[in-house]
């Protein structure tokens, strides 16, 4: 058995790359072949040491020998040989340490089948609030790509088959070395496939997909808001040679209403009311998005912005039983194209109302303003 490495420099296994240098060089110094002349156990011990360094100094060769000790480093007859370590003659394969560490095969063995699953696809489809109110079912048309019905996605012409690719033997990765590491990338010959095809589909020349537009219904659930995301499981491209689907997302945006601003569940609606009605009171009907018209009774004296709620008469909340409210946001409105005769009669409602207290608001903030400047 090979001596340990951290024993041969006389340093601990935490030692610091520091340590570890300057436990070497004094080593060296020691056992050094032009101060040891024809000594050979002196420079069978000068070489083992500095092997031993050319290890632990490196970060990663160190971990390595840390993991899997000397026999991660020792060269054989073959990549399975007599004398192999776990990484194969003359160093080791990065992609073999996480598969013992980390478990799984990430060295790309396996691969080669020369499928690949589909792109996923996004569908942007604008509805009115009336729909995400109620829910409602939608045709799309999706530019997409399918599976060659000639070839059945294979890519090859018919009565003829893939073969595997003679660089990487189907794996769809090779190894190349190139010093102490074996570097692993795609297979330049098939491009990760592991497969060659010597005889192209005529129809869709290989690819194994055509380009056709789907003809899709959408189910869209009462309560939708701006950015609602639809999964279409399936409903993306076509895998390349026979490989699975992707999916199809469908983001949703509401269009804005001429009547309702929307707050979540809750819809806002702003109604004018007459100057006249404000001050006396009375009623009014306003729509609501069942189609059907609720009637709101306005007290005398609102004011502008004063809000009415109704309840359970706003949105549906998605994937519930429950629903938003409706606030009517009363907005009074100032007559114009006043005759004479209506000119006359408000100037002798000033002139009637004038302290008191028809217009708290304004009075109230004139006299503050007096208060202000000090006047009387």
Known sequence: MSQDFYDLLGVGRSASADEIKKAYRKLAMQFHPDRNPDDKAAEKKFKEINHAYDILKDEQKRAAYDRFGAAAFEGGAGPNGPGAGPFGAGGFDFSDI???????????????SGSSRGNDLRYNLEIALEEAFTGSDASIRVPSSVACDTCHGSGAEPGSRPVNCPSCQGRGRVRMQQGFFTIERTCPACHGAGQKIEKPCRACHGNGRVRKDKTLNV??????????????????????????PGDLYV????RKHRLYERDGADLLCRVPISMVQAALGGAIEVPTLDGKMARVSIPAGTQSGHQFRLRGKGMPVLRSSQKGDLYIESVVETPVNLTARQKELLKEFETAGKGNGTSPESEGFFNKVKEMFGGD
């Open 98 to 112: 996480f598969e013992q560490m980390f478990g799984g095969d990430t060295s790309g063995r396996g691969r080669g």
């Open 219 to 244: 189910k869209i659930p009462a309560g939708v808001e701006d950015g609602t995301r639809i999964r279409l499981a399936g409903e993306g491209e076509a895998g390349a040679r026979g490989g699975p």
């Open 251 to 254: 983001f949703l945006s509401v």
